[in-house]
Protein backbone atom coordinates (compact mmCIF):
# COMPACT_ATOMS: atom_id res chain seq x y z
CA UNK A 1 0.00 0.00 0.00
CA UNK A 2 1.33 3.77 -1.01
CA UNK A 3 2.06 6.27 1.96
CA UNK A 4 -0.22 8.36 0.10
CA UNK A 5 -2.93 5.49 0.22
CA UNK A 6 -2.13 4.92 3.76
CA UNK A 7 -2.40 8.82 4.52
CA UNK A 8 -5.73 9.47 2.62
CA UNK A 9 -7.08 6.49 5.19
CA UNK A 10 -5.88 8.06 8.38
CA UNK A 11 -7.42 11.47 7.29
CA UNK A 12 -10.55 13.30 8.41
CA UNK A 13 -12.13 16.22 9.87
CA UNK A 14 -11.21 17.77 13.07
CA UNK A 15 -14.29 16.61 14.98
CA UNK A 16 -14.09 12.74 14.07
CA UNK A 17 -10.39 12.71 15.59
CA UNK A 18 -10.87 13.84 18.76
CA UNK A 19 -12.85 10.85 19.08
CA UNK A 20 -9.45 9.38 19.37
CA UNK A 21 -9.79 10.64 22.96
CA UNK A 22 -10.91 8.34 25.84
CA UNK A 23 -12.54 9.42 28.94
CA UNK A 24 -9.63 9.90 31.75
CA UNK A 25 -6.61 10.40 29.05
CA UNK A 26 -3.96 12.56 29.22
CA UNK A 27 -3.57 14.45 26.49
CA UNK A 28 -0.01 16.11 25.65
CA UNK A 29 -0.02 19.20 23.41
CA UNK A 30 3.73 20.80 22.31
CA UNK A 31 5.08 24.24 23.24
CA UNK A 32 3.58 27.17 22.22
CA UNK A 33 2.78 27.65 18.47
CA UNK A 34 3.40 23.90 18.34
CA UNK A 35 0.00 23.28 19.54
CA UNK A 36 -2.64 22.29 16.60
CA UNK A 37 -5.64 24.96 16.96
CA UNK A 38 -7.75 22.86 14.46
CA UNK A 39 -7.92 20.07 17.08
CA UNK A 40 -7.96 21.77 20.29
CA UNK A 41 -10.75 23.64 19.07
CA UNK A 42 -13.01 20.63 18.24
CA UNK A 43 -11.86 19.13 21.43
CA UNK A 44 -13.31 22.24 23.04
CA UNK A 45 -16.46 22.05 20.93
CA UNK A 46 -17.06 18.30 22.46
CA UNK A 47 -15.53 18.98 25.92
CA UNK A 48 -18.96 18.28 27.42
CA UNK A 49 -18.61 14.68 25.73
CA UNK A 50 -15.93 13.67 27.75
CA UNK A 51 -15.33 13.57 31.31
CA UNK A 52 -11.69 13.50 33.50
CA UNK A 53 -9.54 14.21 30.09
CA UNK A 54 -6.65 16.44 30.81
CA UNK A 55 -4.26 18.67 28.26
CA UNK A 56 -0.63 18.94 29.32
CA UNK A 57 1.20 21.22 28.17
CA UNK A 58 4.31 23.80 29.15
CA UNK A 59 3.28 26.67 27.15
CA UNK A 60 -0.16 27.84 25.89
CA UNK A 61 -0.37 30.79 23.84
CA UNK A 62 -4.29 30.60 23.47
CA UNK A 63 -6.86 30.62 25.02
CA UNK A 64 -9.12 27.46 23.95
CA UNK A 65 -12.78 27.42 24.97
CA UNK A 66 -11.93 24.24 26.92
CA UNK A 67 -9.61 26.13 29.58
CA UNK A 68 -13.12 26.57 31.16
CA UNK A 69 -13.99 26.76 34.82
CA UNK A 70 -17.17 25.40 34.66
CA UNK A 71 -15.90 22.27 32.38
CA UNK A 72 -12.80 20.92 34.59
CA UNK A 73 -14.82 17.91 35.49
CA UNK A 74 -14.97 16.79 31.62
CA UNK A 75 -11.97 18.28 30.42
CA UNK A 76 -9.01 20.58 32.68
CA UNK A 77 -5.76 22.11 31.67
CA UNK A 78 -2.94 20.67 32.82
CA UNK A 79 0.00 23.20 32.96
CA UNK A 80 3.85 22.58 33.00
CA UNK A 81 4.26 26.79 33.07
CA UNK A 82 2.18 29.35 32.98
CA UNK A 83 1.44 31.86 30.47
CA UNK A 84 -1.14 34.65 29.53
CA UNK A 85 -3.93 32.00 28.65
CA UNK A 86 -3.15 29.88 31.70
CA UNK A 87 -2.40 32.30 34.65
CA UNK A 88 -5.15 33.18 36.09
CA UNK A 89 -6.64 29.69 36.02
CA UNK A 90 -3.52 28.39 37.71
CA UNK A 91 -3.95 31.41 40.19
CA UNK A 92 -7.65 30.19 41.02
CA UNK A 93 -6.91 26.77 41.17
CA UNK A 94 -8.73 25.14 38.60
CA UNK A 95 -5.82 25.15 36.12
CA UNK A 96 -3.93 21.98 37.80
CA UNK A 97 0.42 22.29 38.05
CA UNK A 98 3.35 19.46 37.49
CA UNK A 99 6.51 21.28 38.46
CA UNK A 100 9.21 20.19 36.65
CA UNK A 101 12.69 21.46 35.18
CA UNK A 102 11.98 21.36 31.38
CA UNK A 103 14.81 19.06 30.53
CA UNK A 104 13.62 16.46 32.72
CA UNK A 105 9.91 15.88 31.03
CA UNK A 106 10.74 13.42 28.67
CA UNK A 107 12.05 11.12 31.25
CA UNK A 108 9.36 11.96 33.42
CA UNK A 109 6.70 10.74 30.15
CA UNK A 110 8.86 7.49 29.72
CA UNK A 111 8.83 6.90 33.24
CA UNK A 112 4.72 7.07 33.32
CA UNK A 113 5.35 10.05 36.25
CA UNK A 114 3.85 12.09 33.51
CA UNK A 115 1.32 9.79 31.60
CA UNK A 116 1.07 10.44 27.63
CA UNK A 117 -2.33 8.57 26.45
CA UNK A 118 -2.79 10.73 23.65
CA UNK A 119 -0.39 13.44 21.34
CA UNK A 120 -2.46 16.57 19.36
CA UNK A 121 0.66 18.53 17.77
CA UNK A 122 1.09 20.52 14.49
CA UNK A 123 3.26 18.66 12.03
CA UNK A 124 4.76 19.68 8.42
CA UNK A 125 3.49 18.01 5.44
CA UNK A 126 4.76 14.29 4.90
CA UNK A 127 7.97 13.74 2.88
CA UNK A 128 8.42 11.16 0.19
CA UNK A 129 9.46 8.66 2.84
CA UNK A 130 6.45 9.24 4.99
CA UNK A 131 7.84 11.54 7.84
CA UNK A 132 6.26 13.98 9.56
CA UNK A 133 8.42 17.14 11.12
CA UNK A 134 7.65 18.24 14.59
CA UNK A 135 9.59 21.01 14.07
CA UNK A 136 7.80 23.99 16.57
CA UNK A 137 8.28 22.10 19.53
CA UNK A 138 10.13 19.02 19.62
CA UNK A 139 10.49 19.24 23.26
CA UNK A 140 8.78 16.60 25.50
CA UNK A 141 6.71 15.82 22.33
CA UNK A 142 8.43 13.21 21.14
CA UNK A 143 9.11 10.96 24.42
CA UNK A 144 5.06 11.44 24.61
CA UNK A 145 4.86 10.39 20.91
CA UNK A 146 6.39 6.98 22.20
CA UNK A 147 4.10 6.43 24.78
CA UNK A 148 1.15 7.10 23.30
CA UNK A 149 -1.85 4.93 22.25
CA UNK A 150 -3.41 7.88 19.51
CA UNK A 151 -0.98 10.69 17.92
CA UNK A 152 -3.41 12.69 16.05
CA UNK A 153 -1.27 15.00 13.73
CA UNK A 154 -2.71 18.59 12.11
CA UNK A 155 -0.79 19.06 9.12
CA UNK A 156 -0.21 22.35 7.94
CA UNK A 157 2.46 23.42 4.74
CA UNK A 158 3.29 26.52 7.40
CA UNK A 159 4.95 24.35 9.69
CA UNK A 160 8.52 24.01 8.53
CA UNK A 161 10.23 20.69 7.98
CA UNK A 162 13.17 20.90 10.15
CA UNK A 163 16.34 18.86 10.71
CA UNK A 164 17.33 17.18 14.31
CA UNK A 165 15.21 14.46 15.92
CA UNK A 166 11.75 15.66 15.49
CA UNK A 167 10.58 13.12 12.90
CA UNK A 168 7.70 10.32 13.39
CA UNK A 169 6.36 8.58 10.09
CA UNK A 170 2.95 7.88 9.43
CA UNK A 171 3.04 4.36 10.40
CA UNK A 172 3.06 5.77 14.16
CA UNK A 173 0.08 8.28 13.46
CA UNK A 174 -3.71 6.95 14.36
CA UNK A 175 -5.43 10.50 12.39
CA UNK A 176 -4.69 13.13 10.25
CA UNK A 177 -6.13 16.39 10.35
CA UNK A 178 -5.92 19.10 7.50
CA UNK A 179 -5.32 22.71 8.17
CA UNK A 180 -4.03 25.65 6.61
CA UNK A 181 -4.27 28.39 8.64
CA UNK A 182 -0.86 30.64 9.09
CA UNK A 183 1.06 29.28 12.41
CA UNK A 184 0.39 32.07 15.01
CA UNK A 185 3.54 35.05 15.10
CA UNK A 186 4.44 35.65 18.38
CA UNK A 187 6.36 39.26 18.24
CA UNK A 188 9.08 40.12 20.22
CA UNK A 189 8.79 41.84 23.49
CA UNK A 190 8.76 45.58 24.54
CA UNK A 191 11.99 46.81 25.32
CA UNK A 192 12.33 50.46 27.23
CA UNK A 193 15.09 52.17 28.71
CA UNK A 194 15.62 49.68 31.61
CA UNK A 195 15.87 46.37 29.64
CA UNK A 196 18.24 48.48 27.34
CA UNK A 197 20.63 49.34 30.28
CA UNK A 198 20.79 45.98 31.62
CA UNK A 199 20.82 44.48 27.88
CA UNK A 200 24.41 46.82 27.74
CA UNK A 201 25.41 45.88 31.00
CA UNK A 202 24.91 41.90 29.78
CA UNK A 203 26.54 42.45 26.48
CA UNK A 204 30.03 43.43 27.36
CA UNK A 205 30.74 40.30 29.30
CA UNK A 206 29.78 38.51 25.88
CA UNK A 207 32.68 37.72 24.08
CA UNK A 208 32.95 36.90 20.29
CA UNK A 209 32.60 32.93 20.09
CA UNK A 210 30.36 32.66 22.94
CA UNK A 211 27.55 30.20 22.74
CA UNK A 212 24.10 31.68 23.55
CA UNK A 213 20.94 30.43 25.28
CA UNK A 214 18.64 33.36 25.27
CA UNK A 215 14.99 33.19 27.63
CA UNK A 216 11.85 34.71 26.20
CA UNK A 217 11.39 38.54 27.63
CA UNK A 218 12.43 42.15 27.08
CA UNK A 219 15.68 42.38 28.59
CA UNK A 220 16.99 38.74 27.32
CA UNK A 221 16.05 40.34 23.61
CA UNK A 222 17.65 44.16 24.82
CA UNK A 223 20.58 41.66 25.01
CA UNK A 224 20.43 40.54 21.89
CA UNK A 225 20.04 43.31 20.05
CA UNK A 226 23.47 44.54 21.34
CA UNK A 227 25.19 41.46 19.94
CA UNK A 228 24.98 42.58 16.54
CA UNK A 229 28.59 43.62 15.91
CA UNK A 230 29.95 40.45 17.77
CA UNK A 231 31.70 37.55 15.54
CA UNK A 232 31.17 33.67 15.46
CA UNK A 233 29.11 33.66 18.15
CA UNK A 234 27.55 30.25 18.68
CA UNK A 235 23.47 29.11 19.64
CA UNK A 236 22.59 26.19 21.69
CA UNK A 237 19.44 26.90 23.43
CA UNK A 238 15.38 25.99 24.24
CA UNK A 239 13.81 28.59 22.16
CA UNK A 240 15.04 30.21 18.97
CA UNK A 241 13.47 33.31 17.99
CA UNK A 242 13.46 36.64 15.85
CA UNK A 243 15.93 37.91 17.85
CA UNK A 244 18.38 34.90 17.46
CA UNK A 245 17.23 35.44 13.52
CA UNK A 246 18.56 38.79 13.51
CA UNK A 247 22.16 37.93 15.15
CA UNK A 248 22.02 35.31 11.99
CA UNK A 249 21.06 38.26 9.76
CA UNK A 250 24.03 40.38 10.99
CA UNK A 251 26.55 37.62 10.44
CA UNK A 252 27.01 37.17 14.22
CA UNK A 253 26.30 33.88 14.70
CA UNK A 254 27.84 31.35 12.63
CA UNK A 255 28.72 28.46 15.47
CA UNK A 256 32.12 27.86 13.45
CA UNK A 257 33.95 28.06 16.78
CA UNK A 258 31.37 25.54 18.85
CA UNK A 259 33.65 22.84 19.91
CA UNK A 260 30.09 21.07 20.48
CA UNK A 261 27.98 20.49 17.29
CA UNK A 262 30.12 23.42 15.26
CA UNK A 263 28.30 24.60 12.61
CA UNK A 264 24.91 23.92 13.90
CA UNK A 265 22.41 25.65 15.93
CA UNK A 266 20.18 23.82 18.25
CA UNK A 267 16.72 24.42 19.58
CA UNK A 268 14.11 22.45 20.83
CA UNK A 269 10.94 25.26 20.40
CA UNK A 270 10.24 28.18 18.12
CA UNK A 271 8.78 30.76 18.77
CA UNK A 272 8.16 33.90 16.20
CA UNK A 273 7.55 35.29 12.95
CA UNK A 274 6.45 34.01 9.68
CA UNK A 275 9.88 34.58 8.74
CA UNK A 276 11.76 32.82 11.24
CA UNK A 277 9.52 29.53 10.38
CA UNK A 278 10.60 29.95 6.75
CA UNK A 279 13.98 30.21 7.84
CA UNK A 280 13.42 27.18 9.72
CA UNK A 281 12.28 24.78 6.41
CA UNK A 282 14.88 22.34 5.31
CA UNK A 283 17.90 24.51 7.33
CA UNK A 284 20.58 22.33 7.30
CA UNK A 285 22.39 24.97 9.91
CA UNK A 286 19.61 24.45 12.37
CA UNK A 287 18.43 21.38 13.83
CA UNK A 288 15.28 20.95 16.40
CA UNK A 289 15.82 18.38 19.12
CA UNK A 290 13.81 17.24 22.42
CA UNK A 291 14.63 19.11 25.22
CA UNK A 292 16.21 16.25 27.19
CA UNK A 293 18.81 16.71 24.48
CA UNK A 294 19.02 20.70 24.32
CA UNK A 295 18.21 21.24 27.94
CA UNK A 296 20.54 18.62 29.71
CA UNK A 297 23.39 20.33 31.58
CA UNK A 298 25.58 17.72 31.00
CA UNK A 299 25.30 18.29 26.99
CA UNK A 300 24.77 21.48 26.91
CA UNK A 301 27.79 22.36 29.16
CA UNK A 302 29.61 20.69 26.45
CA UNK A 303 29.91 24.08 24.75
CA UNK A 304 32.63 25.98 26.18
CA UNK A 305 31.68 29.98 26.66
CA UNK A 306 28.16 29.22 27.27
CA UNK A 307 26.38 32.43 28.03
CA UNK A 308 22.89 31.53 29.77
CA UNK A 309 20.78 34.77 30.18
CA UNK A 310 17.39 33.96 31.98
CA UNK A 311 14.70 36.97 34.03
CA UNK A 312 13.63 36.23 37.70
CA UNK A 313 11.13 38.62 39.24
CA UNK A 314 12.87 38.80 42.65
CA UNK A 315 16.03 37.93 44.03
CA UNK A 316 17.41 37.77 48.12
CA UNK A 317 20.17 38.72 49.86
CA UNK A 318 21.75 34.97 49.36
CA UNK A 319 20.81 35.11 45.84
CA UNK A 320 17.99 33.04 45.85
CA UNK A 321 15.67 33.70 42.12
CA UNK A 322 11.74 33.35 42.69
CA UNK A 323 11.35 33.15 38.81
CA UNK A 324 7.98 32.01 38.70
CA UNK A 325 5.52 33.37 41.74
CA UNK A 326 4.51 36.45 43.20
CA UNK A 327 4.84 34.83 47.15
CA UNK A 328 2.12 31.82 46.64
CA UNK A 329 0.70 33.17 43.75
CA UNK A 330 1.83 30.94 40.46
CA UNK A 331 2.87 33.03 37.79
CA UNK A 332 4.83 30.78 34.81
CA UNK A 333 6.92 28.22 35.89
CA UNK A 334 10.82 27.14 36.17
CA UNK A 335 10.71 26.42 32.23
CA UNK A 336 14.82 25.76 31.25
CA UNK A 337 16.00 28.59 33.87
CA UNK A 338 17.23 25.81 36.06
CA UNK A 339 18.59 23.78 33.00
CA UNK A 340 20.64 26.34 31.50
CA UNK A 341 22.04 28.21 34.83
CA UNK A 342 23.21 24.34 35.63
CA UNK A 343 24.63 23.91 32.13
CA UNK A 344 26.56 27.15 32.10
CA UNK A 345 28.16 26.45 35.39
CA UNK A 346 29.64 23.03 33.94
CA UNK A 347 30.83 25.02 30.68
CA UNK A 348 34.22 25.88 30.34
CA UNK A 349 34.51 29.65 30.39
CA UNK A 350 30.52 29.60 30.85
CA UNK A 351 28.54 32.24 32.92
CA UNK A 352 24.72 32.47 33.62
CA UNK A 353 23.12 35.71 34.01
CA UNK A 354 19.95 35.85 35.72
CA UNK A 355 18.36 39.52 34.96
CA UNK A 356 16.04 41.62 36.73
CA UNK A 357 14.84 45.30 36.80
CA UNK A 358 15.77 46.47 40.55
CA UNK A 359 12.35 47.73 41.03
CA UNK A 360 8.70 46.97 40.20
CA UNK A 361 4.71 48.88 40.26
CA UNK A 362 6.17 52.24 39.50
CA UNK A 363 9.91 52.10 41.32
CA UNK A 364 7.87 51.49 44.85
CA UNK A 365 8.93 48.32 45.41
CA UNK A 366 12.46 46.80 45.11
CA UNK A 367 12.93 43.44 43.52
CA UNK A 368 16.62 42.57 45.69
CA UNK A 369 14.73 41.59 48.84
CA UNK A 370 16.75 40.54 52.45
CA UNK A 371 14.19 37.53 52.33
CA UNK A 372 11.85 36.23 49.03
CA UNK A 373 8.27 36.72 49.79
CA UNK A 374 6.60 34.19 51.86
CA UNK A 375 5.23 31.19 49.67
CA UNK A 376 8.16 32.14 46.73
CA UNK A 377 8.73 29.35 44.18
CA UNK A 378 12.47 29.34 44.03
CA UNK A 379 13.82 28.80 40.63
CA UNK A 380 17.39 29.28 40.94
CA UNK A 381 19.25 28.18 44.08
CA UNK A 382 21.71 30.32 46.15
CA UNK A 383 24.12 27.39 45.11
CA UNK A 384 23.88 27.82 41.33
CA UNK A 385 23.50 31.68 40.84
CA UNK A 386 26.47 33.13 39.12
CA UNK A 387 25.58 36.91 37.58
CA UNK A 388 22.98 38.76 38.56
CA UNK A 389 22.58 42.19 36.64
CA UNK A 390 19.87 45.19 37.26
CA UNK A 391 20.17 48.43 35.42
CA UNK A 392 22.07 49.51 38.19
CA UNK A 393 25.41 46.98 37.48
CA UNK A 394 26.45 43.20 37.92
CA UNK A 395 26.94 41.50 41.01
CA UNK A 396 29.11 38.03 40.70
CA UNK A 397 28.09 36.17 43.53
CA UNK A 398 29.34 32.12 42.33
CA UNK A 399 32.45 32.13 45.03
CA UNK A 400 31.31 34.52 47.15
CA UNK A 401 30.15 34.71 51.02
CA UNK A 402 26.76 35.72 52.27
CA UNK A 403 28.13 39.37 53.46
CA UNK A 404 30.01 39.61 50.08
CA UNK A 405 26.89 38.78 48.15
CA UNK A 406 24.47 40.88 50.40
CA UNK A 407 27.25 44.18 49.43
CA UNK A 408 27.40 42.80 45.71
CA UNK A 409 23.19 42.98 45.25
CA UNK A 410 22.91 45.67 47.58
CA UNK A 411 25.18 47.79 45.47
CA UNK A 412 22.80 47.05 42.38
CA UNK A 413 19.93 47.77 43.62
CA UNK A 414 17.81 50.80 43.18
CA UNK A 415 19.44 53.19 45.16
CA UNK A 416 15.88 54.49 47.22
CA UNK A 417 15.92 51.08 48.57
CA UNK A 418 19.73 50.56 49.40
CA UNK A 419 19.52 51.90 52.74
CA UNK A 420 16.52 49.74 54.41
CA UNK A 421 18.35 46.90 52.43
CA UNK A 422 21.44 47.54 54.52
CA UNK A 423 19.65 47.60 57.47
CA UNK A 424 18.11 44.63 56.58
CA UNK A 425 21.10 42.92 56.29
CA UNK A 426 22.73 44.21 59.28
CA UNK A 427 19.85 42.72 61.55
CA UNK A 428 20.03 39.05 59.66
CA UNK A 429 24.30 39.72 60.16
CA UNK A 430 24.82 39.76 56.95
CA UNK A 431 26.45 43.09 57.26
Known sequence: MSLQTIYQQKLCSAADA??????????????????????????????????DVKVAQILAVRKYAYIDPTTTQHVRHVAFFFGAA????????????????????????????IPSDVVFSMASPMDAEGNFAISLAADYTMAAIAKARAVVLEVNPNVPYAHGNCK?????????????????????PKIGPVQEAIGRYVADFIEDGATLQIGYGGIPDAVVMQLTHKHDLGIHTEMIGDGILTLVEAGAVTNRRKN??????????????????RYMDRNPVLEMHPVNYTNDPALAGLNDNLVAINATLQI???????????????YSGTGGQADFVRAANRSKGGKAFIVLPATAKNDTLSRIVPVLSPGTHVSTGKNEINYVVTEFGVAQLRGKSAKQRAHELIAIAHPNFRAELIEQARRMKLL
Open 18 to 51: VRHVRNGDFIVVPTGVGEPPALLTALSEQRRDFW
Open 86 to 113: TRAGGQEGWIDFIPNHFSEIPEQITRGQ
Open 168 to 188: LHISQVAALVESSEPVLEVGL
Open 260 to 277: YLPGKMVATFALGSNKLY
Open 316 to 330: DLLGQCGSESLGAMP
